[in-house]
């Protein structure tokens, strides 16, 4: 672990935050807001926004304007001296995400990175050896993966004997931006028991007429030292909740669900996910490990590559090795779907070359 970069020597203190964003993150309308709360509204984690970089010139205006109070730099590494945590937030450049976050990691700095994490397992081990390498704390999470649910289901599997199967639930309006909430809700649940070896991926198949819209199922294939179990992820819309139900023997089995429309589902959920991270950047420790993170990663593209490369057949997990999904762009898109912010404002490729070039990749 690196030296810890934030003291606090007054309770009022708050963390300084740099973020790295653009169109269809969260920073702007969500993250942003709570860390830098407006007027008399009521401050709800301990962190400031004081820095920000933007690869879109637009939306930097347009940043800049709601959050006058924020220093904007020309170049993201301009923020290292004088922040405590990092948030990586720019979906459609999420092909730089390494080279974004490398700087950080290098400087000690703990680093968020926003869902899905990477494009590619290579590029997702390369910002865990980084992280491992500087002894970095390094997170990328859903907001689901902080909710009650999460932690009661996972210790009451960890007591059951034997596991033989799970159902899960997830709203979204398509893969790549939301259904991914429900890949990590499960594998959030699981994570101790993979740790103990029985539950590790070994194969996927995502059966959907298209991963652009709601409808879909995917089915997982999970080793054990025995005979492998199967999961099966339904994908639908509209009902804003995650569910799951985890099988054992004759003994019973465990379920837990986040609620569609609890009473306080911003400080249940968005908060909660926050006050985690928070916690990361002042400590200086991950509540995970690069191992957990290369993991989900897996479990995110596998389905990814079964949909878009074996039109929905069960693929092996080292499919994954040489292949990267496409950042979002009209690449993947199809009849004006999806139609989610992230797809809304893609980048050029000679914009994302340009910035890799002036991060020295």
């Known amino acids: 672990m690196s030296e810890r970069r934030f003291q606090r ?25 709570k860390m830098n709360a407006p007027g008399g509204a009521m401050r709800t984690t301990g962190m400031l926004l004081t820095h920000a970089w933007c690869l879109n010139p637009d939306f930097r205006q347009e940043f800049a304007e709601k959050y006058p109070e924020v220093a904007m730099v020309d170049d993201p590494r301009e923020m290292i001296e004088h922040i405590d945590g990092v948030y990586i937030d720019d979906i459609t450049a999420i092909s730089l995400y390494p080279l974004l976050a490398k700087p950080f990691l290098e400087a000690g700095i703990p ?27 390094l997170l990328s999470a859903s907001t689901w993966e902080f909710a009650e649910s999460v932690g009661d289901v996972r ?52 059966h959907a007429p298209n991963w652009r819209v709601p409808g879909g199922m995917i089915v997982y294939q999970h080793e054990t030292s025995g005979m492998p179990y199967y999961g099966a992820l339904h994908m639908v819309a509209g009902d804003a ?18 609620p569609g429309r609890p009473g306080y589902f911003m400080l249940s959920t968005w908060n909660a996910a926050q006050l985690a991270i928070q916690e990361m950047f002042e400590t200086g420790v991950s509540p995970e490990t690069g191992e957990q993170l290369l993991e989900k990663l897996a479990m995110f593209l596998l389905p990814f590559y079964s949909v878009l490369e074996a039109g929905g057949a069960m693929v092996p997990r080292e499919v994954l090795e040489g292949w990267e999904l496409p950042r979002p762009g009209p690449t993947l898109m199809q009849d004006g779907l999806p139609t989610d912010s992230a797809f809304n404002f893609p980048y050029s490729d000679e914009q994302i070359e340009e910035t890799a070039r002036l991060l020295g990749g």
């Open 155 to 206: 210790a009451k599997a960890a007591d059951m004997a034997d596991i033989r199967g799970y159902v899960a639930h997830n709203s979204m309006s398509d893969y790549y931006s939301h259904g991914l909430h429900g890949v990590w809700y499960i594998h959030a649940i699981l994570r101790d028991e993979i740790a103990k070896g029985r539950g590790r991926m070994k194969a996927a198949a995502y």
């Open 111 to 137: 680093t968020f990175v926003n869902r899905p994490f990477a494009t590619s397992m290579a590029k997702g081990r390369e910002m865990v050896e980084v992280a491992e390498k500087h002894g970095t704390a």
């Open 9 to 33: 020597t007054s309770p009022s203190d708050l963390l300084r935050i740099g973020v790295i964003t653009g169109p269809g993150g969260h920073t702007f309308g969500i993250w942003g807001e």
């Open 241 to 258: 909740q995650a569910y799951m139900r985890v099988f054992g023997d004759h003994t019973g089995d465990v379920e837990g669900k986040i």
